[in-house]
């Protein structure tokens, strides 16, 4: 008895091509890693940090919004959290614009216990069509205790995006 070979199938030049980005993009044998959705949070070590939808905040200065850029902590036990967090302003299409960053240091005692931390910045007039639309990310890591072992950063979690009307 003789083993043959199946004749060799040839994909054409496009079919070929077509299935780079496909590999590249992890589409083809393996789950898809998306943008968060909406309300999307992270849980490390018994905290929860959740990056809310950036809020218009009263100002008399019309030229610069004054926005909240909200996070919502909550841990259970006797944890510190570290948050890095990073604010854009959304360009559809294009590089979003940098407007700034902060970090955040929470302890909380044993006890659960939530809180809701305000970063407020200034947004000025980039678009020039009445709008902006603002946005922010967060990552953080938690120390149990007076532990000196932090956890690894959290991957970046991406707020809603915040349509913002002068």
Not at 74 to 85: F, Y
């Amino acid at each position: 008895m003789s083993i043959t070979k199946p004749p060799r199938k040839t994909r054409s030049r496009a079919a070929r091509i077509a299935l780079i980005p496909a590999v590249a993009l992890g589409l083809i044998g393996g789950p898809v890693a998306a943008a968060g959705p909406a309300f999307a949070s992270t849980s490390e070590r018994g905290c929860t940090v959740d990056p809310l939808k950036p809020i218009k905040h009263d100002n008399k200065d019309r030229s610069k919004v004054r926005v909240d850029f909200r996070i919502y902590v909550d841990c259970n036990g006797n944890k510190t959290v570290e948050i890095r967090q990073l604010r854009f302003e959304d360009d559809r299409g294009r590089n979003d614009d940098f407007l700034g960053k902060s970090t955040f240091w929470r302890s909380f005692d044993p006890r659960d216990d939530s809180v809701t931390i305000h970063s407020y910045d200034r947004v000025p007039n980039l678009d020039r069509r009445g709008s902006e639309e603002v946005y922010q990310l967060v990552s953080f890591r938690v120390r149990s205790g007076n532990s000196d072992h932090w956890s690894d950063w959290t991957r970046w979690e991406k707020s809603d995006v915040a349509r913002l009307h002068r």
